[in-house]
């Protein structure tokens, strides 16, 4: 019985439900920025390669018997995806930063606390 509450005080705790939310919003996040990527981005990138190398579909890319155009598409959409989460998390932190001047961040007690101590054992 006691592993139940301990589980039920986990399950609770906020740091959990914090992370379940973060979850759910990314999934829901995700789908946008792949469509992004594979509806918007990808072909405006792809499609002069694509016409150069004369297919009409960058999964019938090949080169002999070994077939490139999928795994091509896949590093591209890597890249393209890492990009602007990149962006936009940098805008993020920009924002973020403008927001909270230096002079209100809020101070963290123990770092405070270990300053003290830092400051007395030097003068000891």
Request: hydrophobic residues 55%.
């Amino acid at each position: 019985m006691n592993w139940i509450k301990e589980f039920k005080a986990f399950a609770i705790k906020g740091n959990v439900i914090e992370l379940s939310v973060a979850v759910v919003i990314g999934a829901a996040f995700s789908s946008i920025i792949n469509s992004l990527v594979s509806d918007i981005i990808t072909p405006l990138i792809l499609t002069p390669a694509i016409e150069a190398a004369g297919v009409a579909d960058i999964d019938k890319l090949s080169w002999g018997a070994v077939k490139y155009g999928k795994s091509l598409a896949a590093i591209i959409q890597f890249i393209l995806i890492s990009f602007v989460l990149f962006a936009i998390i940098k805008t993020i932190n920009k924002v973020n930063l403008v927001d909270v001047p230096k002079e209100e961040k809020k101070k963290d007690p123990q770092i405070e606390l270990l300053k003290e101590i830092r400051d007395l054992l030097k003068k000891s």
